[in-house]
């Protein structure tokens, strides 16, 4: 049975860090990209960054530098990294997976496959 469980999140201040986790089972990592979004209220959802299996990785220009994303295949868990928090920031994560081929540089726009509950984040001071 395929699940992604994302764990993380919670209730930082404007500039500060949090690291979200998504672990994976019933499935191994290497052969799916994996991607995480966020949802804020009222607003659609969006791609936030994504990762191939060979580790290639794309970033929304909102949080280009700010955010981290890595995966440890034998953990089978991506991880997303985030800094300089902002109030924007704040909304629902969830990471996803879709089958993708190793070397193929991932993609946040085309259809995932799988998709976890979320977690949420909220900045705020």
């Known amino acids: 049975q395929v699940q992604l469980a994302e764990s993380g999140g919670g209730l930082v201040q404007p500039g500060g860090s949090l690291r979200l986790s998504c672990a994976a089972s019933?499935?191994?990592?290497?052969?799916?990209?994996i991607g995480w979004f966020r949802q804020a209220p009222g607003k659609e959802r969006e791609g936030v960054s994504c990762i191939s299996g060979e580790g290639s990785t794309d970033y929304a220009d909102s949080v280009k530098g700010r955010f981290t994303i890595s995966r440890d295949n034998a953990k089978n868990t991506v991880y997303l990294q985030m800094n300089s928090l902002k109030p924007e920031d704040t909304a629902v994560y969830y990471c996803?997976?879709?089958?993708?081929?190793?070397?193929?540089?991932?993609?946040?726009?085309?259809?995932?496959?799988?998709w976890g509950q979320g977690t949420q984040v909220t900045v705020s001071s």
């Open positions: 019933g499935f191994t990592l290497d052969y799916y990209a």
């Open positions: 996803a997976a879709d089958h993708w081929p190793p070397n193929r540089a991932c993609d946040m726009f085309v259809e995932y496959d799988y």
